[in-house]
């Protein structure tokens, strides 16, 4: 079992930065692919980024990559979102979530575990 706490959201002007945090729980956290979703009103839950174990392999939606960096510190049981360059379309609640299939995924589905969610919104 893994909890997740996500933290770091809140409101910033277009071309500012947030760095979203995920503290996870328990001792293995460092065998779990961690992924980072959003989601904005009335629209589905989207992929952002996703970090393998290691955090030596990562993937980014279309829509972030140049400008949001996922990273993790196994030592710590925490994952981050690095979000530069924000946008008024990147306003959302954003989503950690953990899967134990040992690969980077985009498909929410094969995450078994999520977090509460951190509010993210950027004005223009």
């Known amino acids: 079992q893994v909890q997740l706490v996500e933290s770091g959201g809140g409101l910033v002007q277009a071309g500012g930065s947030l760095r979203l945090s995920c503290k996870a729980s328990?001792?293995?956290?460092?065998?779990?692919?961690m992924g980072w979703f959003r989601q904005a009103p009335g629209k589905e839950r989207e992929f952002v980024a996703t970090?393998?174990?290691?955090?030596?392999?990562?993937y980014y939606a279309d829509s972030v990559k140049g400008r949001f960096t996922i990273s993790r510190d196994n030592a710590e049981n925490t994952v981050y979102l690095q979000m530069n360059n924000l946008k008024p379309d990147d306003t959302a609640i954003y989503y950690c979530?953990?899967?134990?299939?040992?690969?980077?995924?985009?498909?929410?589905?094969?995450?078994?575990?999520w977090g509460q969610g951190t509010q993210v919104t950027v004005s223009s």
């Open positions: 979530a953990a899967t134990n299939r040992g690969l980077t995924t985009v498909v929410a589905s094969l995450y078994d575990y």
């Open positions: 970090i393998s174990t290691s955090g030596r392999s990562t």
């Open positions: 328990g001792r293995t956290f460092s065998s779990y692919v």
